[in-house]
């Protein structure tokens, strides 16, 4: 019989940001920072990479923002129902070992990629300083679990509504001037990635973003997810997804995530008429 992968919780963290606990066993016990699963709601759905943001037991969690067909079906999933597949751990872990401080930064969503990183990182023995911003403060996610993971937490949001008027990259520019960074994470959305990586650049601070192209098979076969890194051909799902910051070709990232732009809407309209 075919197994089916249980949603255990589902919750709404903030417009259009959903939170779901999926109970997937081996996805669990071998999970770790930085990996990611492939998600089909049912047998004729689409694959959606998803990055694992906690695990709890034999359940791991999972944060989406509705914004195509697939999430906003997702979406519509509540505690009880089943999911058709759950692949994973895809991807390398993070590298973690004990660098001294570490900077975890996430934007937007990104945010759901932080907490997983952060508990290696101090695991590990490292001074972990997150920073984590959103557009306003109504979209900001996990500020208390991140307050209680990190050893210091800063808050940004585009328009002041809480904590720090402006961007991580401000925060960060602040960080490196006046104290000493080993290592920093930055995951959000891949301008944000590119703008504030480049505060490190001048202190030649190791900078990891994890890459968030279009994915399909996960497994390195289609060649969908394929990032330039360092001048070399890459497949962010087995060679990634995090990458050297210093090395990514951003502006061959976003024009590749606009590829279906137009078959992305079509598809969502037609999920909701
Ligand atoms: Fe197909 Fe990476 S998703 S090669």
């Known amino acids: 019989m075919k197994r089916l992968y249980k949603v255990e919780t589902a919750n709404k963290l903030a417009d259009r940001v959903y ?23 049912h047998e004729k759905g689409e694959r959606i990479p998803l990055t694992i943001s906690a695990v709890r037991g034999d359940a791991v969690r999972v944060i989406f923002m509705a914004v195509g067909k697939t999430t906003e079906e997702l979406a519509t ?40 990183i952060v508990k290696e990182l101090r695991e590990a023995g490292n001074h972990v300083i997150g920073i984590i911003g959103a557009r306003n403060a109504d979209l900001l996610i996990l500020e208390d679990e991140m307050r209680e993971a990190c050893n210091e937490l800063y808050v940004t949001t585009d328009d002041g509504s809480k904590g720090v008027h402006g961007f991580a990259a401000d925060v960060l520019k602040k960080l490196l001037a ?22 490190t650049v001048p202190y030649g601070v190791k900078t990891y973003v994890s890459l968030n192209p279009i994915m399909v098979d996960g497994t390195g076969m289609c060649g969908s997810c394929r990032v330039t890194v360092g001048g070399e051909t890459k497949f962010a799902c087995v060679d990634g997804p995090e990458f050297d910051a210093h090395q990514v070709d951003f502006a061959e990232l976003m024009q590749r995530q606009r590829i279906y732009t137009g078959q992305e809407k079509a598809s969502l309209e037609r999920f909701a008429e």
């Open 19 to 41: 939170e779901y606990w999926i109970r997937a066993p081996q996805v669990a016990q071998h999970a770790r920072a930085g990996q990611f699963v492939i998600l089909r709601l």
């Open 178 to 199: 006046e104290r000493k960074i080993d290592r920093v994470w930055i995951i959000g959305p891949a301008i944000m990635m590119k703008v504030t990586s480049g505060a």
């Open 77 to 116: 999933l509540r505690a009880g129902d089943s999911i058709s597949d759950v692949v994973g751990p895809l991807g390398k872990p993070s590298e973690i070992e004990n660098y001294g401080t570490c900077c975890v930064i996430g934007g937007g969503v990104g945010i759901a990629s932080t907490p997983l």
